[in-house]
């Protein structure tokens, strides 16, 4: 067994040392809002916090992360949409397709973190997560309002 501590809670999983944290995530666990894209972490759908980093879970072993605080996207905020960026998102209608919107939301998150105010290059340069929709624009002013909230 492995104890691992996802979104605040002391969670023991039966699985191989090897096996993606993705997987143990949506497929142990049932936390079904990281999403498989690519599997070799360039997409982003993955994104989770891992000791409140942004990262491409696809791709973790689930050993890499044991005594390490995993973030996922049903743990931001209680209800799921009080978070300053989830908030940001709704208002400036952001998804589209919505299947990559857990990650970005996790990254741009993350990234608010470490810096309150990014300017259109910083959350360019930061937001390197793909969306095939091309919301683009809308992830950008989501994460300018959400820095207002």
Known sequence: MITLNINGKAVQVDVAPSTPLLWVLR???????????????????CTVWI???AEKSCD????????????????????????????????CQVP????CQSGMIMKAAAMLRENKKPTDAQ??????????????????????LAATL
């Open 27 to 45: 497929d142990v666990v049932g936390l079904t809002g990281t999403k498989y894209g690519c599997g070799v972490e360039i997409c982003g759908a």
């Open 51 to 53: 000791d409140g980093s």
């Open 96 to 99: 589209q397709c919505g299947y």
């Open 123 to 144: 959350i360019d340069g930061a937001m390197n997560n793909l969306c095939v929709c091309g919301t683009y624009q809308r992830i950008r002013d989501a994460i300018k």
């Open 60 to 91: 973790v072993a689930v050993k890499e992360v044991v005594g390490k605080k995993i973030t996922t996207i049903e743990g931001l905020s209680p209800d799921g949409a009080s978070h300053p960026v989830q908030k940001a998102w709704v208002a």
